[in-house]
């Protein structure tokens, strides 16, 4: 460990933050390691940064030190820090719209007639697919264009009053 301690010093001098997402990269196909896990990109981390006494000492350093060889240490973004996207938007939408559409759908419906979730899930589709309906004019007055633009079937609504009933 202490060679390769040796070369990375005379290399670089930078530290790596350890708030931040890293991962174990492959130097020649630029691919995410196969053997890369937390526990290895910290133990990869704690060596590039020189930190191997106290609790670092607990991680895989040996292993890392091996991995490291073939392998850079890279920051990744999370994916999970992606906000506002389409999907979002849209679920977003879905879930302001569904009680107004639960309202016309009910004005609709016979009154010998019980609301079962998946047929008033089928008309929401129909009825936003026809922009003529009530329920479309409503979306369109609403601005919700990634809604009607996303063309969602029954089941993918069906999973969103799900949502709303948690």
């Not at 290895?40 to 040996?62: F, K, Q, R, T």
């Not at 004005?107 to 609301?115: C, F, G, H, S």
């Not at 409503?138 to 949502?163: I, M, P, T």
Request: net charge positive; with cysteine; proline share 3%.
């Amino acid at each position: 460990m202490k060679s390769y301690l040796r070369k990375l010093k005379k290399a670089k001098n930078t530290r790596v933050n350890y708030r931040k997402h890293h991962v174990l990269v492959n130097k020649k196909t630029k691919a995410v390691a196969s053997s890369n896990s937390f526990k290895i990109s910290a133990a990869a981390a704690a060596i590039v940064n020189g930190d191997l006494n106290g609790i670092m000492a607990a991680l895989p350093l040996e292993k890392a030190e091996l991995l490291l060889e073939k392998n850079e240490l890279v920051k990744k973004n999370s994916r999970n820090l992606v906000r506002d996207s389409v999907r979002e938007i849209t679920r977003r939408q879905a879930l302001e719209a569904i009680p107004t559409l639960a309202v016309f759908y009910h004005a609709q419906l016979p009154a010998y007639r019980p609301p079962r979730i998946n047929e008033f899930c089928r008309w929401i589709v129909y009825s936003l697919r026809d922009r003529s309906s009530q329920a479309s004019v409503y979306a369109v007055k609403q601005g919700f264009d990634e809604l009607l633009d996303a063309n969602r079937n029954a089941r993918w609504w069906q999973d969103q009053l799900k949502k709303m009933q948690s």
